[in-house]
């Protein structure tokens, strides 16, 4: 069974930075291009960053800039670098397996000073 989990959230100011991580069992990213998505409260769920298997990257407009994802060295671990935070940048961040059902439990991110 194929299992995402993330990690990293937590509160931080306007400006700053955090790092979340998604770790997958089994070999599930050789395959799949990866995600980061978000959702805050009242609003749809919107991809925020995605990485194919072979690097190449992809953003949302409102995190041009300012987040990065890549992969670990054995590609079983995703990561979402998130740089100069703003309030809006809020939510609950998930990953998944792109064209798949399989998501993480989410994890939550919060700006505000």
């Known amino acids: 069974q194929v299992q995402l989990v993330e990690s990293g959230g937590g509160l931080v100011q306007p400006g700053g930075s955090l790092r979340l991580s998604c770790a997958a069992s089994?070999?599930?990213?050789?395959?799949?291009?990866m995600g980061w998505y978000r959702q805050a409260p009242g609003k749809q769920r919107e991809l925020v960053a995605a990485?194919?298997?072979?690097?190449?990257?992809n953003y949302g407009d409102s995190v041009k800039g300012r987040f990065t994802i890549s992969r670990g060295n054995y590609k079983n671990t995703v990561y979402l670098q998130m740089n100069s935070l703003k309030p809006e940048d809020t939510a609950v961040y998930y990953c998944?397996?792109?064209?798949?059902?399989?998501w993480g439990q989410g994890t939550q991110v919060t700006v505000s000073s």
């Open positions: 089994g070999s599930i990213f050789s395959f799949y291009a």
């Open positions: 990485i194919t298997s072979g690097g190449s990257t």
């Open positions: 998944r397996a792109e064209g798949t059902d399989y």
